[in-house]
């Protein structure tokens, strides 16, 4: 038998990833800038998530940092007996003058943002906030640092709970080969959405479960 190297890199068979429940305002831009707690609806999701058969087996947990993100996990965590480990890479993207600004009103400023990355200007942003390139750099880092934390731990199935815009990017840089153009073929990000990928460490992904929302089938959230 050959015996185990401990000095080659240990990679997960399973990454999950998902979106944090709702935020207490999801009527705002929140961005990094903001660490806004989750609210009713929010706690339920979380409740609920946590009560996925198929996160039964994760031996890792890992929160952007940001106190959304960290209270989706705490009904997890609490239920597997599991800490939660921080990597601020996964943090929501900075949005520097839309932070707080209504959505309905803010929208169109960031589909113009959207069309100059489609077009292949990744470079472009609003005032304060982080480009395509950015979080792309920022959010691949994180990966790395996560396959590193999984290999000091042992860490087979990791979950990764982060943020929409910066999940976004990770699946079209991993999915799509970073092609924004692409961006509505992924959908929504939806709160508590979860994906999961085999073999992550392979630079093109083809998740296993795909935006799943199936926690929620039997709790409507309106």
Sequence with gaps: MIPFDHTLPRFPHTLFIARHAQSFDPTVFHGFESDIH????????ALAF???????EID???????????????????????PIHSIPGFHERRVGILQGTPVSSSASLFSQTRKEWALGNKDH????AESYFQVR???????????????????????????????????????????ASRWDELGPIENTSLWAIDFPHQTSWNPRIHG???????????
Excluded: W, Y
């Design 212 to 222: 799943c929302l199936s926690h929620l089938d039997q709790k409507p959230f309106i």
């Design 60 to 82: 890792l947990l890992v929160s952007s940092g940001q106190r959304r993100s960290m209270q989706t996990l705490e009904p997890l965590a609490k239920k597997l007996g599991l």
């Design 125 to 128: 942003t609003t005032e304060g």
């Design 38 to 45: 989750l609210g009713a609806i929010g706690d339920a999701q």
């Design 137 to 179: 750099k920022r959010v691949l880092g994180a990966i790395d640092h996560l396959f590193d934390l999984c290999h000091q731990l042992g860490s087979n199935q990791p979950l990764v709970v982060s943020h929409g815009l910066t999940m976004k990017i990770l699946l079209l840089e991993r999915m799509l080969e970073g092609n």
């Design 50 to 56: 946590s009560k996925r058969p198929d996160l039964a």
